[in-house]
């Protein structure tokens, strides 16, 4: 009679090992076989993430872009300092709130981005230090206007904007 449970038990149990051997190799063809399907689907999820995030670099570079900055925050009536510290907060401010698009584009992309916001703050901090202590917003924005007439080579942005729009056209 022992025997005979004995048997029995390693029978239940073998069947009960089949069985779990089935369904573990269905589910396993059955994950291979989605994930075939997925990397199609997150391929275009990723580029369209990697084509917004150019995208919004594309506009970060336009929104740092010195004339831009000046004419969009420009107020009669300040000192250059404060003139000044409001146009590096606002490079900085914008910068900061593209960050994360880093993780989307590629380093050379990301890192002409940088070197712009960079840049533009060098440039803004330098101009404002040749300027008379009672110097206003006004004549600082003057003198960084002028800079960018006289040196068109000295703001990247066009640089930048054509880097990002290459890498982005080779995505689509």
């Known amino acids: 009679m022992d025997s005979t449970l004995l048997i029995i038990a390693i029978a239940f149990a073998a069947l009960v090992a089949g069985v779990l051997v089935f369904l573990f190799?269905?589910?396993?063809?059955?994950?291979?076989?989605?994930?075939?399907?997925?990397?199609?689907?997150?391929?275009?999820?990723?580029?369209?993430?990697?084509?917004?995030?150019?995208?919004?670099?594309?506009?970060?570079?336009?929104?740092?872009?010195?004339?831009?900055?000046?004419?969009?925050?420009?107020?009669p009536g300040l000192e250059a300092r404060d003139m000044q510290s409001l146009l590096t907060q606002a490079i900085r401010q914008e910068f900061e709130h593209n960050i994360t698009q880093q993780i989307y584009v590629s380093a050379e992309a990301w890192?002409?981005?940088?070197?712009?916001?960079?840049?533009?703050?060098?440039?803004?901090?330098?101009?404002?230090?040749?300027?008379?202590?009672?110097?206003?917003?006004?004549?600082?924005?003057?003198?960084?206007?002028?800079?960018?007439?006289?040196?068109?080579?000295?703001?990247l942005q066009n640089v930048v904007s054509e880097v990002l729009s290459f890498e982005a056209k080779k995505l689509m």
């Open 25 to 75: 190799l269905k589910q396993r063809r059955e994950l291979k076989a989605a994930q075939a399907a997925a990397p199609a689907t997150g391929d275009a999820n990723t580029r369209q993430l990697q084509l917004q995030a150019y995208e919004r670099l594309i506009l970060l570079t336009d929104r740092i872009a010195l004339p831009n900055l000046i004419q969009r925050l420009n107020q």
């Open 111 to 155: 890192d002409a981005v940088r070197n712009y916001k960079e840049q533009n703050l060098l440039i803004v901090n330098q101009v404002a230090s040749f300027l008379a202590p009672e110097a206003t917003g006004v004549d600082l924005n003057k003198h960084l206007l002028d800079l960018l007439v006289q040196n068109p080579k000295a703001s």
